[in-house]
């Protein structure tokens, strides 16, 4: 059974594509076949950050329309046979994403993937609805400062109710997790930004990780290389512990590379 | 146990006399939307035979032109006509919704408000079933919700009491006729007695709300005093004064 995951968040800028490039690769990693694709219709970076951009022909509008099949769009990845990208259209815009239309290649995607990794745009308006709209698992990207923690509030709201698990009579709702990303301890400790358990106080969701703010992220996207599959890193190792919870493994939670024996119990103890 | 009567500033200043007290309100309107320009015998048989079937529902009720589907219906004397044979059956017209720039000029010659806010809510039939056994005295209904109530979202419980069980998030909206019961921190906005019930109460099991309002009367985090922050409270209406008051 495929599985299909929406990186979502409200707030832009928080690392969803970042997010969505290093899950989906994680996950290829470890074996699953996976396919990622961009919802932000317009504003075309997904493929930058995977590094496939100079390989775009057709897009996922394109499939949509119909102007191009889905096997012509996908762009298999260079470094991992598992992973693919569905790129979008950079010309058109969020109206172009119609629900059939998504619903008739997220079906055809099942046929071959185990993941389907859907990278929503920031927003509450059309593509991010299309974005979440037939997820069954969402990744909430949240920085610990109020307004990105609120927008994922009202996300998270969304993904309760304007969706097709919501929708549909007796269906499991979307399971969501907040994914910490920019965690950054020193300033936290200063107070210029929350702590992990406040901001799960608030959000009252299970924690899927926290990814340190690290200037390796920056450094893999702008060589178009998920940070999961460059050199070693602290937020690399982050987004792998995430992928592992992701397919249900066990994994302590770290903050910024190292163990916090106190803070862990107690957050499990909250979100198991 | 504390009770708080803490006086606003504007009450302070203004010692012991008080010219008049602003209340927020809440009401239920009905919209009443003709589909055709035509207003011919066969309209107003159609109205009657409506207000026949649920009479208590329409008694007196406020109640909206939505003239989105009858650009054409305008003219001072044309509206006028309207709101008379409405009148004449009992229903209050007051405002006009969806109206074009003529529409309103014509409207407001009759005294009538152009209306740009508020929500549809569909006449549903067993709705208008609802309206009538209120009347008939049945126990208000309670609504009671189980999942956290997210920023942006509004619950209402438009016949009786909220219960929420979990977080309620600023940005949310709680809105009930009866009483509002939060078993989680309310962060949001909590509105109970919302047609005016003056009995009504909030309780919470943790206070850090953005507004709480009873029968209109109203206080923001600003003016709700932090030592009752996160501490089991409830707040009701006392000598027309929102009070709070921790629960043992
Ligand atoms: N853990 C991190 N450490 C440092 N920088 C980061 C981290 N995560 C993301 N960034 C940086 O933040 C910026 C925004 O990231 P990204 O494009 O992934 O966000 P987004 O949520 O997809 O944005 P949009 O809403 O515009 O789609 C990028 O410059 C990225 O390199
Ligand atoms: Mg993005």
Redesign the interface.
Known sequence: MSKIIVVTSGKGGVGKTTTSAAISAGLAKRGHKTVVIDFDVGLRNLDMIMGCERRVVFDFINVIQGDAKLKQALIRDKRLDNLAVLPTSQTRDKDALTQEGVEAVLNELKEEFDYIICDSPAGIERGALMAMYYADEAIVVTNPEVSSVRDSDRVLGLLQSKTHRAEEEGAEPIKAQVLITRHDQARIDKGEMMTVEDVLEILAVPLLGIIPESPAVLRASNMGVPVVLDDPSAAASAYEDAVARLVGEQVEMKIGGERRPGLISRLFGRTA | MPSNDTKDRGARAAADIRPFQIRGRFFTAVSLRPESEQQDESFFEALDDQLRQTPQFFANAPLILDLEQVPGLNGTEVLRRMVETLKQRNLAPFGVQNASGEQVRAASDLGLINITTGQDAPLKAERRQKAIKAVRQTPAKTKTIT???????TVIADEGDLIVI??V????ELIAAGNIHVYGPL?GRAMAGAHGDETARVFCTRLEAELLAIAGLYRTSESLAPEYGLQNVQAFLKNERLCVETLG
């Open positions: 999942l956290p109530v997210r920023s942006g979202q979990g977080p998030s600023s940005g949310a962060r």
